[in-house]
């Protein structure tokens, strides 16, 4: 049976937290998401309104579009694709994955458009992500489906399904994220038999440390996935590739 790597996308196989949303920055919001006001002004409607954080996030990306009058359009989700910079080794790692027939699939909160015109995208047999709906003139009219914490687990049963497997055997299956926002994905995966892995910049982060309570992580290490790193020959060995 084949191995199947699951991943996080920001701050997993990118040095940033949340995406960067270049659309933010041409509505006069340096560094998109980023940008602590943005982050103030999702958390705080996500308070007053009691909803999910993400879907916060996404509601009010859009009404700073709107605000701008921009076009909510995929063009505009998709800003920025080709200049994400992306952690120490990645593309080579995912690379060698692909050719020793591991299959690799991306999870994650961002938008679906825009993580599909990445240059990572080839290496991935899908992508799991938050799409919107849309009106006739191709603008989007609110969120469709929102990789939620939650929804993650929802996804990894899928994955497995699609790979001939029980959606409660993970034995084949390796999880890797960057936060407590994966602590759900990394339960399901690690109480069905499969593998959790933490990468992380800095060991004292406040999400290492809630996570380390939940002892749901079966390996931590930095997030470098170059040729010899840490990372690179414990998912080497997992797999069984020499």
Not at 55 to 67: H, L, R
Not at 102 to 126: E, M, W
Request: charged letters at 25%; proline letters at 2%; a neutral charge.
């Amino acid at each position: 049976m084949e191995k199947i790597i699951v991943y996080d996308f920001d701050g997993t196989l990118t040095p940033y937290s949340l995406p960067k949303f270049e659309i933010l920055e041409k509505c006069g919001m340096k560094d998109g998401a980023l940008n602590p006001r943005f982050l103030e002004l999702s958390q705080k409607r996500a308070t007053e309104e009691n909803i999910d954080l993400y879907k916060a996030i996404y509601d009010t990306y859009f009404q700073i579009i709107k605000n701008a009058k921009l076009d909510l359009t995929d063009e505009n989700f998709c800003l920025g694709c080709n200049d994400i910079i992306y952690n120490k080794g990645v593309m080579e790692f995912l690379d060698m994955l692909c050719k020793n027939n591991v299959s690799n699939y991306l999870l994650s909160s961002g938008i679906k458009v825009f993580l599909q015109k990445t240059s990572i995208a080839p290496y991935f047999k899908d992508i799991y992500a938050t799409t919107f709906n849309y009106d006739s003139s191709n603008k989007a009219t609110g969120i469709d489906f929102l990789m939620s914490d939650k929804n993650k687990v929802n996804a990894i049963k899928d994955i497995l399904q699609k790979n001939g497997n029980n959606i409660d055997d993970c034995s084949e299956l390796i999880y890797i994220g960057d936060g407590f926002t994966d602590y759900y994905a990394m339960k399901y995966v690690k109480e069905h038999g499969g593998t959790s892995i933490f990468v992380y910049t800095n060991p004292n982060s406040k999400d290492i440390l809630k996570i380390k309570e939940k002892n749901v992580v079966d390996f931590y290490t930095k997030t470098n996935y170059s040729q010899n790193s840490e990372l690179n020959n414990y998912i080497k060995k997992l797999c069984k590739i020499k």
